[in-house]
C-alpha cells in the first residue's frame, strides 16, 4: 500500500487549495480514505475522510463547509478541496488508509497514526 499526496503550499487567507493523494496497492472501494493534519504544537486530527462502507464523507466541525473531499476510483485518487483556508489551518496534511472500518470511528481515532496507512504529508501554510 503506497499513499503519496501532492498539492500543498502556501496561500492566503480566504484562499483556496486541493490535495491529492494517489493510492496503490489495494483496491480504493475496500477501504476509508482520508485526510489528516497536524499543526505545529499541536497532536494530528481527523479532517476529512470517504467510509469504505458507503463512501459517505465525514468532516471534522472545525472544516464543515469549507473543504470537501472526494474521490477517482478509476484514478485511485482522493481529493480535498479547501477552500476560505484560516490560518488556523496551517499544517502538514496526512492521506490515511485502513480496512474494515467505519468513516467517523476512523476519523477519531486513527490520528494517533498506529494504525492504517499513512502517506509523507504536505505542508499546507495560510497566512493571514
Known amino acids: 500500500v503506497q499513499l503519496v499526496e501532492s498539492g500543498g503550499g502556501l496561500v492566503q487567507a480566504g484562499g483556496s487549495l486541493r490535495l491529492s493523494c494517489a493510492a496503490s496497492?489495494?483496491?480504493?472501494?475496500?477501504?476509508?480514505i482520508g485526510w489528516f493534519r497536524q499543526a505545529p504544537g499541536k497532536e494530528r486530527e481527523g479532517v476529512s475522510c470517504i467510509s469504505s462502507s458507503d463512501r459517505s464523507p465525514y468532516y471534522a466541525d472545525s472544516v464543515k463547509g469549507r473543504f470537501t473531499i472526494s474521490s477517482d476510483n478509476a484514478k485511485n485518487t482522493v481529493y480535498l478541496q479547501m477552500n476560505s483556508l484560516k490560518p488556523e489551518d496551517t499544517g502538514v496534511y496526512y492521506c490515511a488508509a485502513d480496512f474494515g472500518v467505519p468513516g467517523l470511528l476512523f476519523l477519531r481515532l486513527w490520528a494517533s497514526g498506529g494504525q492504517g496507512y499513512w502517506g509523507q504529508g504536505t505542508q499546507v501554510t495560510v497566512s493571514s
Open positions: 496497492g489495494f483496491t480504493f472501494d475496500d477501504a476509508a
